[in-house]
């Protein structure tokens, strides 16, 4: 009877035993697949981001949206939305982090309150700018120097540099515009413009300037897609990728997308997206802008142009 009873209590003692082992074991289980599943969903957040905003340049705004589009075709769950507001707001908004991409038509070492060497440049096309003129000014062509008197209001009629007996009217974009900034410097040789109308968009100057007699803007050739405005050729040279490549049209920019740091997740797949054959070799020329790869020359933020 004793050796029975002995012999139960082992029995019930080894199932405690096997219990709190299996509690122990599940516990510890559980902690290590709570961890497992910590850093999975850590990554996991990072390779799922489906969503960010790109804005700054307008002038870079076609490019980036059909550059978009086509990468949401392939890429269902992605979202990207692509916005405009001028190069010094979006370099603003990516340094504050409020979006994940800034385009930037400049440097960013050229814009006041921006802390360039806290943002990471990436290269992602050329732009070549040139003057959109009203048809009815009866000029396609000007010299540098015609171009400076006009934007400084020193000639203000168009019959003054071989034109129509018609009043210049003038259509800037406001200080904030990187496309201000690169025609301001490489047209304009860095004279201040003389007031005109200023508007916000490059959409909008287009349509100011087709639908004003005399009318004189500067837009990037993304814009000039129709015969509503003419597109100005400086010094006889007209604005295409072989003369913007090979340095002799010059009133270019690169098209900058700035990232707070090393872009990572949707932000870096789309970045590395919009350097790929796909997108140089394809929409890049398709809406307007020059290949990076299509560059012989290089241009630094003070100007300076050196062969590749």
Partial sequence: MKKMKLSVLLAMFALVIGVLAACGGNAGGEETEGNTSGNSNSGGGEASETSIVVAGSSAM????????????GDNADAD??????????GLSQVQEGSIAIGNSDVFAEEKEGIDA?????????????????????????????????????KVTNWSE?????????????????????TFVKYALDGETPAEGITEDSSNTVKQIVADTDGAIGYLALSYFDDDTVVKGKIDGVEATNETIGSGEFPIWAYQHSYTNGDPEGLAK?????????????????????VPMTDMQVERDAEGNITEK
């Fill in 117 to 153: 060497e806290a943002l990471v440049d990436h290269k992602v096309a050329v732009v070549g700018m040139t003057a959109a003129i009203n048809p009815n000014a009866g000029v396609d062509d000007l010299t540098k120097q015609q171009l400076i008197d006009i934007f400084t209001g």
């Fill in 80 to 89: 990207i939305q692509v916005q405009a507001g001028g190069s010094g707001a």
């Fill in 61 to 72: 705004q076609p490019l980036v949206a059909a550059a978009a589009e086509q990468y949401k």
């Fill in 269 to 289: 797949e789309f970045l590395d997206y919009m350097m790929s054959d796909e997108v140089q070799t394809s929409i890049v020329p398709e809406q307007g802008y």
């Fill in 161 to 181: 540099v071989g034109g129509n007996d018609q009043e210049i009217t003038l259509v800037n974009r406001p200080d904030s515009s990187g496309t201000r900034a």
